[in-house]
């Protein structure tokens, strides 16, 4: 029998093992390719949930911020508060970043409790967190709620009387007309917030 009669049967070793070869690469390349894929999911997953964080955090101080109320509380021991909206100064981690009392305290057991309740954000180590009382006058806040983690830094400023400063003054009449929060995130940078206050309690 000829020798190209013979060929035509099958493969000679050679031609198997660069076929291999070439398969093996493929392989290869197919393999690195697929867990490049997985971590870019990975990673825009990671990505679409702090977002998401960060607008659950926009929802519950918008929430909060929008219905607040001229009242001012008395502390745990009786001492009550010079303003009706206590803002700490610049740098200041040891009062609240905002304490305020807000209308709107849902009450679907129709519990003997007023419909407002106090509401206080603190920035906690890299935490911003949000706490509230039992009642408004002469009790502690209750466990913090954990807002938004990763946070380097917060800077709040306030509009009042035509004006942006980076305090709030107080008082027993007004509120500010808005709250800026310039928040610093360990993986997102900068990110700015503004609240508008309720119009018919604003300074």
């Known amino acids: 029998m000829p020798a190209h009669a013979r060929r035509r049967g099958g493969f000679t070793l050679v031609e198997v093992l660069v076929a291999l070869s070439v398969f093996a690469l493929l392989a290869t390349a197919a393999v690195g390719v697929m867990a490049w894929s997985a971590d870019q999911q990975g990673a825009v997953r990671a990505r679409m949930e702090r977002l998401a964080e960060l607008q659950r955090a926009h929802a519950l101080l918008e929430a909060d911020l929008s219905q607040a109320a001229l009242r ?34 849902e009450n679907p057991d129709a519990a003997p409790r007023a419909s407002m309740q106090y ?4 920035l906690v180590d890299d935490r911003l967190e949000r706490s509230t ?8 806040s209750g466990p913090p709620q954990v807002v938004l983690e990763g946070v380097e830094s917060v800077r709040t400023h306030f ?8 305090g709030w003054g107080g008082g027993l009449t007004s509120l500010p007309r808005a709250v800026m929060l310039e928040v610093q995130l360990r993986d997102l940078g900068r990110v700015r917030q503004v609240f508008l206050l309720p119009a018919e309690e604003r300074g």
């Open 119 to 122: 509401v206080e954000y603190r």
């Open 72 to 105: 001012r509380v008395r502390r745990g021991n009786g001492v009550a508060e010079a303003s009706a909206f206590v803002a700490a100064p610049p740098g200041d981690r040891i009062r609240p970043l905002l304490g305020f009392v807000r209308h709107g305290w």
């Open 133 to 140: 009382r039992p009642w408004l006058d002469g009790a502690a």
């Open 159 to 166: 509009h009042a009387y035509r004006q942006w400063s980076d």
